[in-house]
């Protein structure tokens, strides 16, 4: 392997480290968002039972005779 092959190599291979990197940061990103959100919901679901309230999912209603 001439010093030129070697050095392209090098080279192809520190592009696709770059790319997988920008990929990988994006990824976090992402996922960071998701973390927030869940963490404002977990918030919010403390608040109701420490307050007694039941969680306003939308999916429990209350029967017409109350």
Do not use: C, W
Request: no cysteine; charged share 35%; hydrophobic share 35%.
């Amino acid at each position: 392997m001439t010093e030129i092959e070697r050095i392209i190599l090098l080279e192809e291979r520190y592009a696709h480290l770059q790319r997988h990197t920008a990929e990988q940061d994006k990824a976090m990103l992402e996922l960071a968002g998701v973390v927030a959100q869940l963490r404002k919901e977990i918030t919010r679901l403390r608040g109701q039972l420490a307050t007694g309230r039941e969680p306003d999912d939308g999916t429990s209603e209350r029967p017409p005779h109350y």
